[in-house]
């Protein structure tokens, strides 16, 4: 546990560094009643800049990794109480078509791409499911299907990385601009086009902390659940067909051990929302003021939980 306290500590540092950096840019300098510099890309921009200027420790490591992981779920998973059951089926089942198209087009997509970049068989199809997917996640459960090397897996794990953290910085203006302020559209073409979860989300949070707008973060957060449930089926199809073109055996991993645990986390914290939503008394305790205190601490606590996950992906 102590190991973790340094690096930890030094993403809430930067966290709420970058917090009051947007204040200071936006209220004290420019003289707006609201900053429009988002806080979760300063905090970004902060690690980014700090490891790479002055380094990052070896003792900062497995903190840094445990915000990375541990804290970002943590998020994802408070996060779900910002929607009802209703709420978030409603969104998922808007986002599923999108969703299946866009993941579809991206792995033919850079399948044949990197097939005439002569890239390896093994190298392409991580690439390819680490884009269509969940990023870093699905290229890990799938490597060891295709026995892909360790140089392979690094590299494409690599690649995800640095364009997804590009996109996570520009794809919110980008989307704002394409759908004219629509959050919902904006959401659902950052929760399909954005690599990683922690991307995802930090792409939702900056376009709802520039442009007020809290449902891009929702509709972002659903439709990259519903995607990152697409490893039940994807990754097991590249998996055969990579066996059948290739003849390797390859290591099998159950359908279950590929279910994230944080959205099932996410589903049961909509299902304590919808449940406290109903009825006069929350769980027959909390009146509807309570409940809604409740409600509304969970919230932040959640953007506080991302905002150091983001600081970490900075830093990372």
């Keep these: 546990m102590i190991r973790i306290l340094p690096g930890a500590g030094l993403a809430l540092l930067l966290a709420l560094f970058g917090h009051y950096l947007a204040e200071l840019i936006g209220v004290r300098w420019m003289g707006l009643a609201r900053s429009p510099v988002s806080p979760i890309m300063m905090a ?3 690690g980014i800049l700090l490891r790479n200027t002055l380094g990052l ?3 900062f490591q497995p903190g840094v990794r445990f915000c990375l992981v541990r804290i970002l779920r943590i998020g994802i998973v408070l996060l779900g109480i910002r929607l009802s059951l209703g709420e978030a089926g409603a969104i998922g089942l808007r986002a599923l078509p999108v969703i299946v198209v866009c993941v579809a087009a991206a792995l033919l997509l ?8 002569g890239m390896s068989a093994r190298l392409g ?6 884009t269509g997917i969940c990023g870093a996640t699905a290229i890990v459960a799938l490597s060891p299907t295709i026995e892909a090397r360790d140089d392979e897996t690094s590299y494409a794990v690599a690649c995800i990385t640095l364009f997804g953290v590009a ?4 794809y919110p203006f980008l989307a ?3 759908f004219n302020g629509d959050g919902f559209a904006a959401g659902l073409f950052l929760g399909t086009s954005v690599h990683e979860t922690a991307q995802v989300a930090g792409a939702g949070m900056v376009y709802q902390q520039y442009f007020s707008d809290p449902q891009a973060l929702d509709t972002a957060t659903v439709a990259k659940l519903v995607r990152n449930l697409g490893m039940l089926i994807v990754i097991p199809l590249l998996g055969f ?4 073109q290739h003849a390797v055996s390859g290591d099998k991993r159950s359908w279950v051990s590929m279910v994230p645990l944080f959205v099932i986390g996410f589903a049961l914290m909509s299902l304590l929302r919808t449940v406290g939503d109903a009825g006069e008394q929350a769980f027959g305790v909390l009146d509807q003021d309570q409940w809604s205190n409740v409600v509304s601490v969970t919230k932040q606590a959640a953007e506080i939980c991302l905002a150091v996950a983001m600081a970490a992906v900075g830093l990372g």
Excluded: C
Aim: positive net charge; proline residues 0%.
């Design 241 to 244: 067909l990579y066996h059948r």
């Design 176 to 178: 704002h601009a394409l």
């Design 167 to 170: 996109a996570m910085l520009a």
């Design 110 to 117: 850079v399948t044949w791409i990197s097939k005439r970049l």
């Design 44 to 46: 970004i921009l902060l």
């Design 125 to 130: 199809t991580l690439i390819a499911a680490g």
């Design 57 to 59: 420790s070896a003792v």
